[in-house]
C-alpha cells in the first residue's frame, strides 16, 4: 500500500478558522444564510455548539483508526511534522511558507474552549491521541 498520511488540528482552532471563513463570504453568498439553521450561525457561542470540528465525521469515534495511517501530522507543529513525513518519505524538507492565515475574528471567545470540548469529547479524544501518537513516534 502507499503511504497514508493526515494532518488534524487543534478542534477549536478548527472551528474558529471556519467561524472566520463563514463570516468573511456570509456578504457575498446570500445563498448562505437563506438556506442555513440562523441559530447556528448567528455569532461565535451558537456556532460553536451547533457544529463539530469535523475529525469524527471521517475516522468514526475510536482514535485508534489513526493507526491505519502511515503518517499524522499536527497543524500547530506543522514545521516539525513536515520535516519528519519528507524523512519518512526519503525527500528533501524545506521550510514551510506560512500560507492561508486568517486573522483571527474578533468575536471569538477562547473561553469558549472547554464548552466546546465537553460538547464534542470525541473531537478531542481523536486530536488527544494524535498527540500522543506524534510524541511517542517522533
Known amino acids: 500500500l502507499?503511504?497514508?498520511f493526515t494532518w488534524l488540528r487543534d478542534p477549536f482552532d478548527t472551528l474558529v478558522s471556519l467561524y472566520a471563513l463563514w463570516v468573511s463570504v456570509w456578504d457575498r453568498r446570500p445563498i448562505l444564510y437563506e438556506t442555513c439553521d440562523k441559530d447556528k450561525?448567528?455569532?461565535?457561542p451558537s456556532f460553536?455548539?451547533?457544529?463539530l470540528s469535523g475529525a469524527s465525521r471521517y475516522l468514526g469515534t475510536d482514535p485508534a483508526a489513526l493507526d491505519h495511517f502511515t503518517f499524522?501530522?499536527?497543524?500547530e507543529r506543522s514545521q516539525a511534522c513536515?520535516?519528519?513525513l519528507c524523512k519518512q518519505l526519503g525527500i528533501q524538507s524545506s521550510q514551510l511558507p506560512r500560507t492561508n492565515a486568517a486573522p483571527r475574528p474578533p468575536d471569538v471567545d477562547y473561553d469558549l474552549r472547554e464548552v466546546h470540548r465537553?460538547?464534542?469529547p470525541v473531537e478531542y479524544e481523536i486530536y488527544d491521541?494524535?498527540?500522543r501518537t506524534w510524541q511517542e513516534k517522533w
Not at 450561525?41 to 461565535?44: L, P, R
Not at 499524522?72 to 497543524?75: E, L, N
Open 2 to 4: 502507499p503511504p497514508r
Open 82 to 84: 513536515y520535516t519528519a
Open 72 to 75: 499524522v501530522g499536527i497543524a
Open 41 to 44: 450561525y448567528q455569532d461565535f
Open 129 to 131: 491521541y494524535a498527540l
Open 118 to 120: 465537553e460538547l464534542h
Open 48 to 51: 460553536v455548539e451547533g457544529n
